[in-house]
């Protein structure tokens, strides 16, 4: 069987990490059918910020797509491709498996899997300036968006993944204890998917700055977190900490539609083309794949 994927290199670091992927994958004995698509081919139009071209069309034929890192001015006005593609595919979870694979520093047994939903909070991008006194840029505001069937669903994909994968426990990470409404109303759906799991999958709850310490200091208490959009970005990266580096943690965004397997690591322009780059996240966002 042959699998038809859209293939990304992206910027910077990216197209070299992709050829070390490629060979790996080419010794599996598993056909790939790529469509190599550049990373140039995407445009993020500001009118309705939709993302255009055959890159897109691409993923949506085949479903499925593997991604190298790809390069977001910052401020300007610019728009991250990678949260568009999330939006345009509806890709609402966030995968992000943390496991030891060589002996770094304080742990060497780390087995952790990070959910994160992938599409709304502080991310959905509603933000404005707001004027006072001439100046058009006095205060800036952002609105956190959190819908009961987004915190559901990605509650219930959690617990999913953890029966599937031989998971004993489910943690849910949220700041309900500040943010009443935005994360209670995460904690309160994370609890009623709870129960339906009951005898199954074991669940235990921490607010974030507390699971960030935790994190750090025993990170063997945790199995699958879940968590809202933002605090799961920070903690994986936190959690990649553990383990060497963004450069050993894979990544996927899976949705009904699409999936999209990524290196979640920066471009790196610094090091491009010069024959350093680590491509072993790539090569285990391929393995998830």
């Known amino acids: 069987m042959t699998y038809s994927v859209t293939l990304i290199p992206g910027d910077g670091v990216g197209p070299e990490i992709t050829e070390a992927t490629l060979l790996v994958l080419s010794m599996t004995g598993v056909e790939f059918d790529w469509d190599r698509q550049s990373a140039a081919a995407f445009t993020v139009e500001r009118r309705g910020e939709e993302l255009t071209n055959p890159a897109i069309e691409s993923i949506k034929a085949t479903q499925t797509a593997l991604k190298g890192p790809l390069e977001t001015p910052l401020g300007g006005g610019h728009r991250s491709v990678n949260v568009a593609l999330r939006k345009e595919f509806d890709l609402y979870a966030n995968v992000r498996p943390i496991r030891s694979i060589i002996p770094f520093r304080s742990y060497d047994n780390i087995d952790l899997v990070l959910i994160r939903e992938n599409t709304q909070g502080l991310y959905a991008g509603v933000e404005h300036f707001v004027e006072i006194g001439g100046d058009p840029k006095a205060v800036a505001e952002s609105v956190a968006i959190v819908t009961r069937e987004g915190c559901r669903r990605i509650c219930k994909f959690a617990f999913d993944y953890a029966l599937h994968h031989g998971r004993d426990k489910v943690t849910l990470v949220h700041k309900a204890n500040i943010l009443k409404m935005v994360s209670g109303l995460f904690l309160e759906e994370g609890r009623n998917v709870a129960r339906e799991y009951d005898g199954r999958i ?44 963004l450069g050993m943690a894979p990544s996927a ?37």
Do not use: W, Y
């Not at 010069?274 to 998830?288: C, D, E, Q, R, Y």
């Open 202 to 245: 074991a669940c235990d709850e921490r607010i974030i700055d507390n699971a960030a310490m935790q994190l750090v200091m025993q990170p063997e208490q945790f199995d699958v977190i879940v968590t809202t959009n933002m605090f799961g970005d920070i903690l994986s990266d936190l959690m990649a900490g553990l383990v060497g580096g």
């Open 253 to 289: 965004n899976i949705g009904r539609k699409a999936s999209i397997f990524e290196a979640v690591h920066g471009t790196a322009p610094d090091i491009a083309g010069k024959g350093v780059a680590n491509p072993t996240a790539l090569i285990l966002s391929a393995a998830m794949m």
